[in-house]
T-cell receptor
Framework: DAGVIQSPRHEVTEMGQEVTLRCKPI?????LFWYRQTMMRGLELLIY????????DSGMPEDRFSAKMPNASFSTLKIQPSEPRDSAVYFC???????????FGPGTRLTVL | DQQVKQNSPSLSVQEGRISILNCDYT??????FLWYKKYPAEGPTFLIS?????DKNEDGRFTVFLNKSAKHLSLHIVPSQPGDSAVYFC???????????FGPGTSLSVIP
């Protein structure tokens, strides 16, 4: 298996623009997680899905952030409008069931100017 | 309020010696603990875990020790190798089927 796939790997955008990050989990995994890593806050869980249903989105910082999982093989994290403080590395991870051995993608480095 | 703390942002160790990475937690409900390792430009990878019914778990050169009364765990790497140089994240959850809270990470450098 190719592992968790994220795109793009790098994104540079201007403040106010919409940003969409994409994730393809490992085939057969039914839990998907979006994390954000910053120097100040470390690795934060933003939202997680089980069987395509959002279970806990309490980590989503603001209404500007939204996430969807239309099917078992695809998820998006959208920021609209983006702000410079959203600059971070965003990771997607997946796991089989609720098990905690999560498999992470390579991350998307987002820079908002 | 940070529930999982790694108070040493960085650590340098000579190759062949022991590396000890420490982690403290505040939530007494945490029952399951994990360590992840992260290389630059890659996502974290699972390294080792321990549940609260144990006080030690070993996997090759990696051993995790848990002291529940002190709300403290540590990861020992013996012997340390240059390839172990990475950021190590401690993580905890209330059960093995609950969301995971990560610490801020400790950057380990193993010097040849």
């Amino acid at each position: 298996d190719a592992g968790v796939i994220q795109s793009p790997r790098h994104e540079v955008t201007e403040m106010g623009q919409e940003v969409t990050l994409r994730c393809k989990p490992i085939s057969g995994h039914n839990s998907l997680f979006w994390y954000r890593q910053t120097m100040m806050r470390g690795l934060e869980l933003l939202i997680y899905f089980n069987n395509n249903v959002p279970i806990d989105d309490s980590g989503m910082p603001e209404d500007r952030f939204s996430a969807k999982m239309p099917n078992a093989s695809f998820s998006t994290l959208k920021i609209q409008p983006s702000e410079p403080r959203d600059s971070a590395v965003y990771f997607c991870a997946s796991s089989l069931g609720w098990g905690n051995e999560q498999f992470f993608g390579p991350g998307t480095r987002l820079t908002v100017l | 309020d940070q529930q999982v703390k790694q108070n040493s942002p960085s650590l340098s160790v000579q190759e062949g010696r022991i590396s000890i990475l420490n982690c403290d937690y505040t939530n007494s409900m945490f029952d399951y603990f994990l360590w992840y390792k992260k290389y630059p430009a890659e996502g974290p990878t699972f390294l080792i875990s321990i549940s609260s019914i144990k006080d030690k778990n070993e996997d090759g050169r990696f051993t995790v020790f848990l002291n529940k009364s002190a709300k403290h765990l540590s990861l020992h790497i013996v012997p340390s190798q240059p390839g172990d140089s990475a950021v190590y994240f401690c993580a905890a959850s209330k059960t093995s089927y609950d969301k995971v809270i990560f610490g801020p990470g400790t950057s380990l450098s193993v010097i040849p």
